[in-house]
């Protein structure tokens, strides 16, 4: 199957039913189909060729929904950008992504437009969106490409500064739907709530392409905030939603919540974040007739780790058991597996991993490490006799910040432009409800010189996206670094923790 026939397939079977429901406005499977068809007949007529590759920068939104599959249909490839993203950000990615088109937010047209790319600009806005679409035709042009073509890519934080995208094809979308759909107990009578940005992996392809596998009801929540979500929760009877922990910590801690207003939710999903300790054991004891899905994936391998109630209570701090779906391993070394209980790097293979970063080969081979198709992940985890993991800790930089990865050089890049600065470095301390947030060390270039933090906080805007900014400046004499001058972060992370 490709990406088109999976919303054909559910068109076909339900075309009346409510497909996505979004700030009161609502479209049935049948109508989402014909509007998806309508899309890639426009992007066809405005140029766009097999293997094209096509961005969308854009909240969550009916447009944003139909846009996926339009894209797939008239042949494309499918980028998705956060609309967090700043605009040297976007403009990199665009570069990189070889991007001929973009279908983005009304408000984020003109900044796009001034990248100085020759590209073809298509707001998703409610008015300019259907009149883009009204010069489509209605029928299916038949111009996907195969199952293992590029399909489409995911956003993540990147080493070089910028963010990088990891690019999949429709099987290995598909597989991650299968696989979600199977862990995850979903069927067509769920109501689902799109509560993480459809850009992300996790709200896209681990949440809302599998909904329409199984043809689900979806609520499509523009922004994150807890009344929007209970209102849309309350109105809408929805039965299931995926959240990072940083999102639950602040549904339960908001003066607005009210267990009695998720009396129909009935499955929790959550990752893209460890949990801090505790947390899932108390919205359990709140949300009592909740069940709590622990996942764990990666912009580059899918949703490949569940962990359930059973063995959460036992093992609370497990990471859960891999798909049998995949090949997993914990690696102590590149060809030596770690014994049981040894620490090790955790490590994928199979059909749901990327085709590799877009543009970007030397971290492609990075990620894979040799020719044996072997995904490093960067996380250290044990595995029990049983095959049960355990996070243990992570072997490079990356901060994780409410569910979205940060690496410190995409901070470090911005704050070395700045003229007043001499060196820096960024790491992470720990939060309790984002659980962790990025920390810049700072050496002046003029010591004489006094600098505000305020000042150098207020620089970042407008240069990184908001997530990304650091939280905190130190004005530090120099960075600790070793012999070889690496960062050393762990110095930092110990003198700063508190």
Known sequence: MTIGASLAAAAAGNPKKTAFICEGRELTYGEADIAANRLANALVDHGVGPGDRVAVIAHNSLEYAVTYFGIARAGGVSLHLSARLAPDEIAHCLDRGDAVAVLCDPELADSISSTGRRLAVVSTGRD?????????????????????????????????????????????????AEIAVHWFGLGSGEVMAVAAPMSHAAGGFIWFQPGVCVAATQVLLPKWDVPSFLAAAERCRVTATFLVPAQIALLLDHEAFEPARLSGLRKIVYGGAPAPPGLIERAAETLPRCEFIQNYGMTEIGPLVTLYREDRDRHPGALGRPSPRIECAVYAAPGSEAEPGEIGELCFRGETLMQGYVGEPDQTQAFFRGSDGWGWTGDLATRDETGLLTLVGRSGDMINSGGFNI????????LLEMPEIDDCAVFAVSDPVFGELPVAAVVAADPSVKIAAEALLDDCAGRIARHKRPRRIIFVNEIPKNAAGKILRARLQDRYAG
């Open 128 to 176: 300019d969106f259907a009149a883009f679409l009204e010069a489509g035709a209605p029928e299916d042009p038949g111009r996907e490409q195969p199952p293992d073509a590029p399909s489409s890519a995911t956003y993540t934080g990147g080493t070089t500064g910028f963010p990088k995208g990891g690019l999949h094809t429709a099987r290995s979308r598909l597989t991650w």
């Open 407 to 414: 690496h410190p050089a995409e901070i470090e890049r911005v």
